[in-house]
């Protein structure tokens, strides 16, 4: 069975960084694209990057240059880097691994930005 487990969310103030880990199970890692996406309180969820196996990037315009993804198919996990974070990055932050036909999402992680 395909379990994801998304670790790393904190308080943080602005200005700072975290880095978010989703860390997959049951699944042959290496095929699968990974994306991240967050829901704040009373919006819709929203993606924000994905990285496909053969390791290409995309990023949505608000957190291109901030955030960044990554993979390590060793440990079968990936990562979100994010840096200058502000208020508005407040949210639960979300993994998914998707394959074909087989699609998969994580628990969520919350991200706090605030002074």
């Known amino acids: 069975q395909v379990r994801l487990v998304e670790s790393g969310g904190d308080l943080v103030q602005p200005g700072g960084s975290l880095r978010l880990s989703c860390a997959a199970s049951?699944?042959?890692?290496?095929?699968?694209?990974i994306y991240w996406y967050r829901q704040a309180p009373g919006k819709e969820r929203v993606l924000l990057a994905f990285?496909?196996?053969?390791?290409?990037?995309n990023y949505a315009d608000s957190v291109e240059g901030r955030f960044t993804i990554s993979r390590d198919n060793a440990k079968n996990t990936g990562y979100l880097q994010m840096n200058s974070l502000k208020p508005e990055d407040t949210a639960v932050y979300y993994c998914?691994?998707?394959?074909?036909?087989?699609?998969?999402w994580g628990q969520g992680t919350q991200v706090t930005v605030s002074s």
């Open positions: 998914r691994l998707l394959w074909g036909t087989l699609d998969y």
């Open positions: 049951g699944f042959t890692f290496s095929r699968g694209s």
């Open positions: 990285i496909t196996s053969a390791g290409a990037t």
